[in-house]
């Protein structure tokens, strides 16, 4: 399975962006999809994520209400977006699936990780 992340960029305090996870492969072999940030000098943290099939989701209590993920299954793609934008979200945002069929927040538990994408937020 690979996973291809887009969409990152520069956008001021309370802006809007919009990222994207494309599985290729044997997309079959997966249930979930999270996003994962990390900044510089800290832990990679989890976002949110999704089950392919039942749309079940799950966000980080810090994103809750400003970031939306959800899946075309069509296109095998995953989206992140984000508005109300801060600071404090400047990171690389990464994309990873799961073969298991659970929601999971840590990283460690996902099979498969895209390249990463920077997201910056100016004060």
């Known amino acids: 399975v690979q996973l291809q992340a887009c969409g990152g960029g520069l956008v001021q305090t309370g802006g809007s962006l919009g990222l994207s996870c494309t599985a290729s492969?044997?997309?079959?072999?997966?249930?979930?999809v999270g996003w994962f940030r990390q900044a510089p000098g800290k832990d990679r943290e989890f976002v949110a994520a999704?089950?392919?099939?039942?749309?079940?989701?799950y966000y980080a209590e810090s994103v809750r209400g400003r970031f939306t993920i959800f899946r075309d299954n069509a296109k095998n793609t995953v989206y992140l977006q984000m508005i109300s934008l801060k600071p404090e979200d400047t990171a690389i945002y990464y994309c990873?699936?799961?073969?298991?069929?659970?929601?999971?927040?840590?990283?460690?538990?996902?099979?498969?990780w895209g390249q990463g994408t920077q997201v910056t937020v100016s004060s």
């Open positions: 492969g044997r997309t079959d072999a997966t249930h979930s």
């Open positions: 990873a699936a799961n073969v298991m069929s659970i929601l999971s927040t840590k990283a460690s538990v996902y099979d498969y």
């Open positions: 999704i089950m392919w099939n039942s749309g079940n989701l």
